[in-house]
Every structure is written in structure tokens, then in C-alpha cells.
């Protein structure tokens, strides 16, 4: 390749950069006029096979920056997942039974840049759940006589949460897979 060539090409990454990241940017400023949280529609941009491994550093790079830093990004994604219902994980793909319903309350959240580990609180606001021994709400369950039935629900509830929060912090810019979640009760 002569250096004609390597300036072409250079010069033709760095069009598809630029348009890239005024797209990104647009629907953030969209997401923000509908007074929404701005934050990564990952999904739809992994359709559009936009945000992969070649592309989702820099378009992570291009949230924070937006939104005015690494400390804005988690506020924002704190705010999103405050309180999470059976809706939000259905809303990105989790194979929720039809039956199911809950709300998951997230009283604090914090990030151990150590351990690579967003810490939460995890508390059941409401739920109706479709078990072994029929549909069953949070006080049911509860009031269930067996224990490690009851144990049984909630770390399950608690797991796909965990990997909820984990799924979701990519929408705000905070690397994909440099966190994994963890959640503490918070009754």
C-alpha cells in the first residue's frame, strides 16, 4: 500500500468516526429533548451491528462525554434502575414468564473500582410469581413454612436482577464487561 493509499484510508476512518459519533450524539440529544435519561440504546445499536467490540469503547468514550463525566454516567444509571420491574427486563429481552410481575427497589448502588464490582441494595417492593407451588405473592412467600423454598425464589429473583444491572450499566457508558453486580438486602 503506497502512502496515497494509507491517507485514503485514514482519511476515509476518520469520515466514518466522525458521522458516527454525530449519530451517537443525536440520539442522545433526542433521548434528552423527550426528557429522558440519556443513555446507549445498546440493543438496537447491536442490531445495527454499531455497537461491537471494534466500536463500543469509543462510543462509551462519547456518553461520558456527553453527559459531563464518569460521575454523571453512574448518577444516571443509578436513576435508572432505582426501581426495576419484571417490564424493564422484558424491555431487553429477558425471558420473563407471562405471569410473573414484580418491583425491585435499589436503594444505593456503589462501584468498586478494586473488585470491578457494582455493589447494590436489593429490595422486593411487590411480587407475584408463578413457583412450583402455584402463583404466589411476596407475602406468600413469606408466609410459606418452607424456608429454603422462600430462599430459593429470592436468590433467583436476586440473580437475574444482578445480571440485569449488570446488562443495563452498559447504556451508560461504563465498559462493557468491566463490571459484574452483585446485590446486598437492603430490607
Known amino acids: 500500500m503506497g ?5 485514503r484510508k ?6 466514518n468516526v466522525s458521522g458516527l459519533k454525530k449519530y451517537i450524539t443525536g440520539i442522545l440529544e433526542a433521548q434528552v429533548k423527550r426528557g429522558e435519561i440519556p443513555h446507549i440504546p445498546v440493543i438496537d445499536l447491536e442490531r445495527k451491528k454499531i455497537y461491537s467490540n471494534t466500536n463500543s469503547e469509543i462510543i462509551d468514550q462519547w456518553y461520558i462525554e456527553f453527559v459531563g463525566g464518569i460521575d454523571k454516567a453512574k448518577d444516571n444509571f443509578f436513576k435508572s434502575i432505582e426501581t426495576t420491574t419484571d417490564k424493564d427486563l422484558r424491555e431487553l429481552g429477558y425471558k420473563i414468564h407471562p405471569q410473573d410481575s414484580y418491583t425491585i427497589e435499589i436503594p444505593w448502588i456503589e462501584f468498586d473500582e478494586t473488585t470491578k464490582l457494582i455493589i447494590f441494595g436489593f429490595v422486593i417492593k ?6 412450583d407451588k402455584g402463583l404466589m405473592t411476596y407475602g406468600e412467600l413469606l408466609d410459606d413454612q418452607d424456608d429454603q423454598f422462600w430462599v430459593e425464589v429470592t436468590d433467583w429473583l436476586r440473580a437475574e436482577i444482578e445480571i440485569y444491572v449488570g446488562e443495563k450499566s452498559k447504556s451508560f457508558g461504563l465498559r462493557v464487561g468491566a ?3 452483585e446485590s446486598v438486602w437492603s430490607d
Open 3 to 7: 502512502m496515497k493509499d494509507l491517507i
Open 10 to 15: 485514514i482519511l476515509r476512518e476518520d469520515v
Open 126 to 131: 411487590d411480587c407475584t410469581l408463578l413457583t
Open 179 to 181: 463490571y459484574n453486580a
